[in-house]
């Protein structure tokens, strides 16, 4: 992964969307014990200042030179696409993105679901995802990275 990253220009950060597969990626092990979570989504903020793998990749990826990143929160088949469940995991790893160093404006937001196959090349055809997303595919999202220039001509 270390090697490849620093010589992209942009990245996915693939986040899983199910409940409580977040909390561990993003807070850390443990995360889900926290007696406060909403259970139903798996809604909830870990303990202390553990950091998941989630956390570490997106750390990574920038401290490498990646300033583009499209966050792709999967596995929302899991919670029925849950619109409510996509936000609440966009609003937790924003601020974490900001503070790293990512601009909000080289970020992408999006859900998919791999193994169905929905939001990656073509728009959902899941009506409880389709009703709420009309934004990019996977696809798309990749195409919409913007190349660094480089110096070609040494």
Known sequence: MISGAAQADAA?????????????????????????????????????DVGGQTKEHAQLARSLGVEQLAVVISKLDTCDYSQE????????????????????????????VG?????????????LLSSWWQGPTLVEAIDAFTPKLRNTGA
């Open 12 to 48: 996915l950060l693939i986040v899983d969307g199910s409940p409580g597969g977040f909390e561990s990626g993003f807070f850390g092990e443990g995360a889900n014990s926290n007696s406060n979570n909403s259970s139903a989504l798996g809604f909830g903020a870990g303990t202390g």
């Open 85 to 112: 469940r996509y936000e609440y995991i966009k609003c937790q790893l924003l601020p974490f993105l900001k503070s790293v160093g990512y601009r909000e404006s080289r970020l992408q937001w999006l859900p998919a």
């Open 115 to 127: 193994p169905l196959g929905h939001n990656l090349v073509a728009k959902p055809s899941e009506q």
